[in-house]
Nanobody, 118 residues
Framework: QVQLVESGGGLVQAGGSLRLSCAAS????????MGWFRQAPGKEREYVAGITSSGGTTYYANSVKGRFTITRDNAKNTVYLQMNGLKPEDTAVYYC???????????WGQGTRVTVSS
């Protein structure tokens, strides 16, 4: 099992940027597709973006396409989410997880909170 620790959240004005990081433990990180999810207050957790084990292919939810970029550094056991053009509706707790398709397959970390003010 890969253990995950998210960081990089904060308070930002609409139109601003943040870069989230997800540090993974274990030697098998590079075998897994990875993804970012988010849960807004009062809503279900939703898929945001995914990246294959090699980093060669990325996928995005329509709501973030063109604004968010997912990348990974397998040497550092870390996956990133660069978020540009943030909107108030991006306010949520963001989580990373191992992926199968768009479904999470591992244990959840504590997440990192992103708040976008209008």
């Amino acid at each position: 099992q890969v253990q995950l620790v998210e960081s990089g959240g904060g308070l930002v004005q609409a139109g601003g940027s943040l870069r989230l990081s997800c540090a993974a433990s274990g030697r098998t990180f590079s075998r897994y597709s990875m993804g970012w999810f988010r849960q807004a207050p009062g809503k279900e957790r939703e898929y945001v973006a995914g990246i294959t084990s090699s980093g060669g292919t990325t996928y995005y939810a329509n709501s973030v396409k063109g604004r968010f970029t997912i990348t990974r550094d397998n040497a550092k056991n870390t996956v990133y989410l660069q978020m540009n053009g943030l909107k108030p509706e991006d306010t949520a707790v963001y989580y990373c997880n191992t992926l199968m398709g768009t479904q999470p397959t591992g244990n959840w970390g504590q997440g990192t909170r992103v708040t976008v003010s209008s």
